[in-house]
């Protein structure tokens, strides 16, 4: 179980970054970059007294997830994007996560099959269950509406400082053996497509995170994983945050080099399998003795 004080910081990471979420909505729009709407959403974060807990993803259309763009981002929303914002933000360790989409310029009918999926999702939770009947939910729905959820992309449990604690949240309905129980924390974050339902790795990656100290032969390599434990601990980071320190060449240089020392997690770019277009919805919950509470609603 949760102490009183831990449950306050969830609830008051997860209350900033609601307020984070709808203020960024206002802003997403035809021809606003994306790398503004990730620079906005991390700084209004800091400015309320909570600390981004990952990099915000700006992934348009048929990227499904982890696309944070880079400082030199030239890209911009455009009529007939679905976009996602994902965010997070931590207090002490103790993380939120959610994300929207939007559909610039006519609806999409996708964005409510995310949206009614969560709510599904949300509605199923208690002590007891097999995290497989909160797949088995967002399964439901969204093939009700005539679209698929994303097989190969999940929910995941929260703890300090550890963004996927343990605890897959299926999007598809499975069996896991999980079983809730009250304390558990969880980010719910279904996806729906158009497209075939799986996503692929594309070579792309924007987003690391610190895995283990490893020998590197570049001093400059070795300052810069210092830094990493010191500035985001095992958190994800972007490319983009560590850009004034050096050129963009010398940081991506080291940064294959710490991924291939195996010191750095990297997060790939994820693609539609089918080239569909992707929604999603997220909130985190708290998991009580008779449901749960929805700590970024
Ligand atoms: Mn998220
Ligand atoms: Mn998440």
């Not at 203020?23 to 007294?49: C, M, N, Q, T, Y």
């Not at 964005?111 to 999702?121: S, Y």
């Given at each position: ?74 890209r ?11 965010i ?68 995941h ?22 079983i ?19 996503v ?34 095992t ?40 080239k569909?277009?992707?929604a ?18």
């Amino acid at each position: 179980m949760l102490s009183e004080e831990e449950l306050q910081k969830y609830r008051q990471a997860g209350k900033i970054l609601a307020e984070v979420r709808e203020e960024i909505k206002k802003h997403v729009k035809e021809g606003v970059k994306l790398v503004d709407i990730a620079e906005r959403a991390e700084e209004l974060i800091r400015s309320k007294g909570a600390q981004p807990a990952f990099p915000c993803n700006v992934s348009v259309n048929e990227i499904a997830a982890h696309y944070s763009p880079p400082l030199n981002d030239e890209r911009t929303i455009q009529t007939g994007d679905l976009v996602k914002v994902d965010i997070g933000a931590q207090i002490d360790g103790y993380i939120a996560d959610t994300a929207f989409s939007v559909s610039i310029g006519s609806p999409n009918p996708l964005v409510e099959a995310a949206e009614k999926a969560l709510e599904a999702a949300i509605s199923v939770v208690r002590p007891g269950i097999d995290v497989g009947e909160i797949g088995k939910a967002v399964e439901q729905t969204i093939t009700q509406l005539g679209f698929k959820p994303i097989r190969n992309l999940t929910g995941h449990s929260l703890a300090p400082w550890d963004l996927h604690a343990g605890i897959t949240i299926p999007n598809v309905a499975e069996k896991t053996g999980q079983i809730l129980k009250p304390g558990d924390v969880l980010a719910i974050e279904p996806f729906a497509t158009d497209g075939a339902g799986y996503v692929d790795d594309l070579q792309q990656t924007l987003i690391f995170r610190y895995l283990r100290d490893a020998p590197t032969r570049l001093r400059m390599t070795r300052a810069l994983l210092r830094d990493i434990k010191n500035f985001y601990r095992t958190l994800p980071f972007a490319e983009r945050w560590l850009a004034k320190r050096m050129s963009k060449l010398r940081l991506e240089l080291s940064l294959r080099e710490l991924v291939g020392a195996g010191a750095l997690w990297p997060y790939h770019v994820l693609s539609e399998r089918g080239k569909g277009k992707v929604a999603q919805a997220e909130h985190t919950v708290i998991v009580t003795e008779n449901g749960c509470e929805v700590t970024t609603r």
